[in-house]
């Protein structure tokens, strides 16, 4: 026993092709930039409509929901470094079966970024160049469309720059982001109007808790979080990981969340007083605060120059959350190779280490989803929840593999991790159930399309893993269940605009909670006891240990 817990500890999977070249400010700088993006442009002013002033609380508890979730990852990447690492964690527990569907949900909340952030790049840009974006149907127009596929296109080209490289120019971009909205912060502060959190009379909390519930997933404060995960995608070229891995991952969760929190504080309190007579709802939707909020509200409070510097952050901020997606995106597809569900082509590397075919196919993908989401907001509930659902895997495995493998070497352990891994997987499903019905069936169909894809691609693979059907038995009934829970449940609202919901409203509200939660625990619980065994897990380990591969470029051999 105490050979094979030598073996246990020593044997990690490893990637081939990449170079371990990231250090600490560049790690968090990659999870810092994702979660600094076009989030912090738009969402607050779109959440405090939705829920009203109260929203500051809907802020602090999906700041609380990421950050137990950031922790799971900070141990996973930190006992396995390899990239794509959020879609291949799951494969290691569970086999292929869940392994597929986890995975290909990494990829599509990934491929999915950069198409938002060149939207909201066009809706600022609008200021300039009205014939950007439709303010009335809040949607890009045909000049629009075409320049984010430019932009999306020189996304692309600036990845194919040497890792090393690539990431002094990402720590440059993420400087100017950080600092942008902290001196925002700062500025709007010396305009605070505290009768702002009583608009209208309306009260501080008009709408209840169900409405600052909806807007954690709706407004899009969930999606502005998200990111914090990149440093997990870029694992297998960060430079000592079992340190700078975790460490990264909490100092960027940690500063995002301050962030956001105090930016929802200083867009409610400097907002002209003159426009609230009839509450943050009573704005008209082609109000330019409603269209570039905290650029309009600037501007009207007397700060001119700032405003002017808030319209060019609207094209750095998504810039660099749009760049670093697209560098993740073609290391989850390289990860999804590596486990022999994408073709192998997608894992092949140029000599700068850059995954290049993943990346081509990253860019051919992600215009697919210009085309049937033409507005910022339609696309955000989508990659919520496919970001959330690509989360839930994260418990799943810790908690498989603190049980199974409790000799692994493991730099960084989550305190607490029987209570913090079942709570994750409840976080997660929460959040999941308040985007909506609506967006769940897309998830579904979305789904069903990548399991055909994927099965395609398996069957010309001789080597394709077997599937694991026995270990992934809770797979159908957590998606189908979980279905049927949103269908009877409270979300989306009645009366929010935009298509009417579909979902029943049979499970009153506050008991929706309770099921949601006792199904996850369910679902945990069924999921530890038909995993992989200790040794299959071990074998899929040491299939990925690198150590007998070369790397296959698709370029020479």
Request: net charge positive; with cysteine.
């Amino acid at each position: 026993m105490s050979s094979e817990s030598e073996t246990v500890a020593k044997s990690r999977p490893e990637d081939v092709g990449l170079r371990r070249e990231i250090g600490l400010i560049g790690a968090t700088w990659a999870s810092e930039t994702s979660i600094i993006g076009s989030g912090w442009l738009l969402t607050a002013m779109g959440a405090v409509v939705l829920a009203g002033p109260a929203v500051i609380y809907g802020w602090l508890i999906g700041g609380v929901c990421v950050i137990i979730l950031a922790l799971l990852h900070a141990e996973l990447g930190a006992m396995y470094p390899i990239a794509g690492g959020t879609a291949r964690f799951p494969h290691l527990a569970y086999g292929s079966i869940a392994g597929i569907s986890f995975g290909f949900f990494s990829w599509l909340q990934a491929v999915t970024v950069a198409p938002i952030e060149c939207f909201a790049v066009m809706q600022y840009a609008s200021f300039y160049w009205p014939g950007l974006y439709n303010p009335t149907k809040g949607v890009s127009t045909t000049s629009g469309f075409l320049w984010t596929i430019l932009l999306m296109a020189v996304f692309t080209a600036i990845n194919f720059l040497a890792v090393r490289l690539f990431a002094q120019v990402n720590n440059v971009i993420t400087w100017w982001k950080v600092a942008i909205p902290v001196l925002t912060i700062i500025i709007l502060f010396t305009k605070f109007h505290g009768s702002n959190f009583n608009p209208g009379g309306g009260g501080f909390n008009p709408f209840g808790w169900k409405a600052i519930f909806a807007a954690i997933p709706t407004a899009g404060i969930v999606f502005s979080y998200l990111g914090f995960e990149q440093a997990d995608q870029l694992a297998g070229e960060i430079k000592n990981p079992g340190r700078n891995l975790p460490r990264a991952i909490i100092i960027a969760v940690l500063l995002g969340t301050v962030i956001y929190c105090l930016l929802q504080v200083v867009i409610i309190g400097a907002t002209p007083s003159s426009l609230l007579h009839h509450g943050f709802q009573g704005i008209p939707s082609t109000n330019p605060v409603l269209i570039y909020p905290f650029a309009a509200v600037a501007g009207l409070a007397g700060f001119g120059f700032w405003a002017t510097i808030l319209h060019i952050d609207a094209f750095v901020s998504p810039f660099g959350t749009g760049l670093i997606y697209q560098t993740s995106t073609s290391r989850v597809g390289y990860g999804l190779a590596r486990n022999r569900y994408y073709p192998q082509p997608f894992q092949w590397t140029d000599r700068n280490g850059v995954p290049w075919f993943s990346l081509i196919m990253a860019f051919v993908f992600g215009l697919f989803f210009l085309l049937p989401f033409p507005s910022w907001k339609s696309l955000v509930l989508l990659v919520t929840g496919a970001s959330v659902l690509m989360y839930a895997g994260a418990p799943l495995s810790l908690g498989d593999f603190r049980r199974k493998l409790p000799d692994a070497v493991r730099p960084y352990r989550v305190p607490w991790a029987g209570v913090m891994s079942p709570l994750a997987f409840i976080i997660a499903n929460m959040l999941i159930y308040w985007s909506g019905f609506v967006t769940v069936w897309k998830l579904g169909a979305c789904l069903v399309i990548g399991y055909i894809l994927i099965g395609i691609f398996m069957v010309f693979d001789k080597q394709r893993p077997p599937l694991d059907w026995k270990s992934a038995q809770w797979l159908p009934v957590y998606l189908i269940g979980f279905g049927i829970i949103s269908w009877m449940g409270q979300y989306p609202l009645k009366g929010t605009g935009g298509a009417p919901p579909i979902n029943t409203f049979r499970i009153p509200f506050w008991w929706d909670f309770l099921v949601v939660a006792g199904f996850s625990l369910i679902i945990y619980y069924w999921a530890l006891a038909t995993s992989l065994p200790r040794e299959e897990t071990l074998n899929l380990i040491g299939r990925q240990s690198g150590l007998d591969e070369l790397p296959d470029t698709g370029l020479h051999h």
